[in-house]
């Protein structure tokens, strides 16, 4: 997707351990945004992001951290993952009300 | 109530039939009105995207909006087995906070 990496694509990781997954903009965009997608629940939003250091939760957001110290960095970390977070995370980036654009998207398994 | 309804499918129609996606929302602050279209394994893409009611056309794909009935559709014209994806609805209000809330998703199977 053209100016939003996120790595890792893929990962499998065990209970219990701290996991980061990074996304990565090139556009300047200042709102910046991580979902979950799991089947019957759609799109569930994890934290946002409205400029550098300035985050603030959404729905599911228990479990979870961010931290955004660049405007073309947005991290989102489990501190301890648990089987329920298993899940693939997307990462969206926005500027102003032109509809988002998103990243290729990080399967995360936790076993 | 959920703030946007759509159902999830599987629809499955034959190539070349007009497909009519359709979602509907309880929150009558909403003004902007989207759709993104998932491949399997991607990320959603905008698709099309609306301002207030109305119709808005692009090539084979037609959005209408009927906010007095808090009722959105995507209409595929001729329609391609490359069309076949999941699509979601999405819509926003106004204001500073532009956080968009999304439909689950109805999966569409276009059959050759």
């Known amino acids: 997707d053209a100016g939003i990496t996120q790595s890792p694509r893929h990962k499998v990781t065990e209970t219990g351990t701290p996991v980061t997954l990074r996304c990565h903009q090139t556009?300047?965009?200042?709102?910046m945004y991580w979902y979950r997608q799991d089947p019957g629940h759609g799109l569930r939003l994890i934290h946002y992001?409205?400029?550098?250091?300035?985050?603030d939760k959404g729905e599911v957001s228990d479990g979870y951290s961010v931290s955004r110290s660049k405007t073309e960095d947005f991290l989102l970390t489990l501190e301890s993952a648990t089987s329920s977070q298993t899940s693939v995370y997307f990462c969206?980036?926005?500027?102003?009300?032109?509809?988002?654009?998103f990243g290729s998207g990080t399967r995360l398994t936790v076993v | 109530q959920k703030e946007v309804e759509q159902d999830p499918g599987p629809l499955s129609v034959p190539e070349g039939a007009i497909v009519s996606l359709n979602c509907t929302y309880s929150n009558s602050a909403f003004q902007y009105f989207m759709w993104y279209r998932q491949y399997s394994r991607k990320g959603p893409e905008l698709l099309m995207y609306?301002?207030?009611?109305g119709n808005k056309e692009d090539g084979r794909f037609t959005a209408q909006v009927d906010k007095s009935s808090k009722y959105i559709s995507l209409f595929i014209r001729d329609s391609q087995p490359s069309d076949s994806a999941t699509y979601l609805c999405a819509m926003s209000a106004l204001g500073r906070d532009d956080k968009i809330i999304f439909g689950k998703g109805t999966r569409l199977h276009i059959l050759p």
């Open positions: 969206a980036i926005s500027e102003g009300q032109d509809g988002y654009t």
């Open positions: 609306t301002y207030s009611s």
């Open positions: 992001s409205y400029g550098v250091k300035d985050t």
């Open positions: 556009e300047n965009h200042r709102y």
